[in-house]
């Protein structure tokens, strides 16, 4: 079993920032690819950035892309979310995801972290 505790979240004015953080513990392998997800009200869950467990791979999702950073400390099983630039369309629950033995594009997420709100306003 794999725990994932997420930090972060907030409010914050279009055209701020914010870091996310997701910690892993548990029973962490080192081939696994980390991830987040997010999802506004009345919305499907959608992966907003991942990254493999090497670091080298990366996927964002296009509405995201030169906007938010995610990289990894594999030493801290820690993954981290840049996010500059915000806009209202940005507010959702952005929850952290595992995927063993997984890719960059997160396909099958196998743990899930409880979500942390991320608030922008305009």
């Known amino acids: 079993q794999v725990q994932l505790v997420e930090s972060g979240g907030g409010l914050v004015q279009a055209g701020g920032s914010l870091r996310l953080s997701c910690a892993a513990s548990g029973r962490t392998f080192s081939t696994y690819a980390m991830g987040w997800f997010r999802q506004a009200p009345g919305k499907a869950r959608e992966i907003v950035a991942g990254?493999?467990?090497?670091?080298?791979?990366?996927y964002y999702v296009d509405s995201v892309k030169g906007r938010f950073t995610i990289s990894r400390d594999s030493a801290k099983n820690t993954v981290y979310l840049q996010m500059n630039s915000l806009k209202p369309g940005d507010t959702a629950v952005y929850s952290c995801a595992v995927e063993i033995w997984g890719t960059a594009t997160m396909n099958r997420p196998n743990y899930w972290g409880q979500g942390t709100q991320v608030t922008v306003s305009s």
């Open positions: 990254i493999s467990w090497s670091g080298e791979s990366t």
